[in-house]
């Protein structure tokens, strides 16, 4: 059993920065691609953000592109999302997820954190 826990959700103004972590447990952390997912209210869960498993290759949606940083560290067990220059169109719940690749399509990862909220104030 894997299990993915999040931080650092929160509420920010426009143009602000807040990182998202994700504590994972239960497998073999360094052996898996990790992913960032939200979903904001009445919409459909979308792609962020996907790192490989040896951090060595990393993929961004075009929306936050620029903006967003995935980053991992293998020895803490932890996958991090840097956000600055947030905009209202950025507030969702953000959950991380745990992977065989580093892929955009969510069915590609067998487990999924609780998730954070992020909102972003105009």
């Known amino acids: 059993q894997v299990q993915l826990v999040e931080s650092g959700g929160g509420l920010v103004q426009a143009g602000g920065s807040l990182r998202l972590s994700c504590a994972a447990s239960?497998?073999?952390?360094?052996?898996?691609?990790m992913g960032w997912f939200r979903q904001a209210p009445g919409k459909e869960r979308e792609f962020v953000a996907t790192?490989?498993?040896?951090?060595?290759?990393?993929y961004y949606s075009d929306s936050v592109k620029g903006r967003f940083t995935i980053s991992r560290d293998n020895a803490k067990n932890t996958v991090s999302l840097r956000m600055s220059s947030l905009k209202p169109e950025d507030t969702a719940v953000y959950s991380c997820?745990?992977?065989?690749?580093?892929?955009?399509?969510?069915?590609?990862?067998?487990?999924w954190g609780q998730g954070t909220q992020v909102t972003v104030s105009s």
């Open positions: 997820a745990s992977g065989q690749s580093a892929v955009t399509d969510s069915r590609w990862y067998d487990y």
């Open positions: 239960g497998r073999s952390f360094r052996s898996y691609a």
């Open positions: 790192i490989s498993w040896s951090g060595l290759s990393t």
